[in-house]
């Protein structure tokens, strides 16, 4: 059975790296074990002062630094030293703007530094799975109506508040993904392991490659200077809500480019959801920017505002703390009734 597509495309030789060994002790924090490992990270769990769980992201991309086992530090050529930097600086910074950042829909950074001719960024750990994993077990189960629309509105509406708050100060997430929004034990998501440093790595002198999830990636992410926004992120969300309504990803943008075939994948999606919302999918995956939602906010308000006309008045209740939520601070006004509509078809 074929995955979602979430890995990023082979485009050079990259060799695996060494995790930090178990029981490292690495600037007042104890490494515990290695979680996942990608061209870009090694992502650990480990343990603080306190023995309070923190997972650690290292910054260790295989296709610039190489360390093999029993070592400590990378080894990095000459020939690539300055794009690791780059990469370095950028993640670095990242980092630190993160750790501005407190909203419940975002993952907390609690910490980083430098250490082992590299650098590592502490985010407060959570328990849970991440949505591709949610999606494919609801597709191996046989599901004919993979995620419930109900669900889908719910998630990505506080998916959307976070990314929101990512914008506002003036980041993007540019790597939004099932597998990068991570489902906590109640249900609420949370997002997770953002893009921004492996984007600049793509605009240094030809080095590199752009790094992109084919499927999740808007068409301005295979182009050298392609300009880049909320809209770039915005197609990734519909991209994302796509792969929960049909259990894999959608055309690749540059294959569009040439035959576009998605049409007929939304037809194929139509007897299992609503018109409305397969219409804000389609909105978010225009290939042209413009064509977009230029905004997070206007994205939010088109998801609560379609629906069927008989809500459950749980649903209504929710759905005016999810308005609530997007509203500018200070600004207060009537939701007008088609807002606390949705389909009420129950996930399961």
């Known amino acids: 059975m074929t995955k979602i597509a979430t890995n990023l495309s082979p485009t050079m030789a990259s060799q695996a790296n060494a995790p930090l060994p178990d029981g490292y002790e690495l600037e007042g924090y104890r490494i515990v ?44 050529s000459e020939e690539n030293l300055p794009t690791f930097r780059i990469g370095l600086k950028c993640f670095f910074e990242e980092g630190r703007a993160l750790a501005r950042i407190l909203h419940p829909n975002v993952v907390r950074v609690v910490n980083f530094f430098r250490a082992n001719d590299t650098v590592y960024m502490v985010m407060q750990y959570e328990q849970g799975r991440s949505l591709q994993e949610h999606i494919l077990k ?21 998916v959307m508040n976070g990314l929101r708050e990512v914008h506002t100060n003036k980041l993007l997430h540019l790597d939004l993904k099932p597998a990068n929004v991570y489902l906590r034990t109640d249900g609420s998501p949370i997002l997770l392991d953002f893009g921004a440093a492996r984007q600049t790595l793509q605009s240094d002198t030809g080095k590199l490659y752009p790094m992109y999830t084919p499927g999740f990636a808007a068409p301005e992410l295979y182009e050298k200077n392609g300009v880049l926004g909320p809209w770039t992120d915005i197609y990734s969300i519909g991209a994302s809500i796509f792969a929960s309504m049909s259990g894999h990803a959608p055309q690749p943008a540059d294959a569009r480019l040439l035959n576009d075939k998605m049409s007929n994948k939304y037809r194929n999606l ?25 905004s997070v ?9 379609h629906a069927s006309s008989k809500p459950k008045k749980t649903i209504n209740r929710t759905l005016r703390r999810i308005w609530r939520s997007i509203l500018p601070r200070g600004f207060h006004r009537k939701e007008p009734s088609s807002t606390l509509s949705m389909n009420t078809r129950r996930h399961k």
Do not use: N
């Not at 090694?42 to 343990?47: D, E, G, K, Q, T």
């Not at 299992?272 to 920017?289: A, M």
């Not at 906010?297 to 505002?305: H, R, S, T, V």
């Open 33 to 76: 074990k290695k979680i996942s490992s990608g061209g870009f990270s090694i992502v650990y769990l480990a343990r603080d002062e306190f023995e309070r769980p923190v997972a650690i992201k290292e910054y260790l991309p295989s296709s610039l630094a190489l360390r093999r086992d029993g070592e400590l530090a990378p080894t990095i």
């Open 297 to 305: 906010f206007g994205l939010q308000k088109a998801l609560l505002e």
């Open 138 to 158: 609801h597709r191996e189960r046989g599901d004919k109506k993979l995620l419930g629309e109900r669900f889908i509105r719910m998630v990505f509406s506080q």
């Open 270 to 294: 139509s007897d299992s959801y609503s018109q409305e919302l397969l219409g804000v999918v389609e909105w978010c995956l225009r290939l042209d920017p413009l064509a977009r939602p230029q």
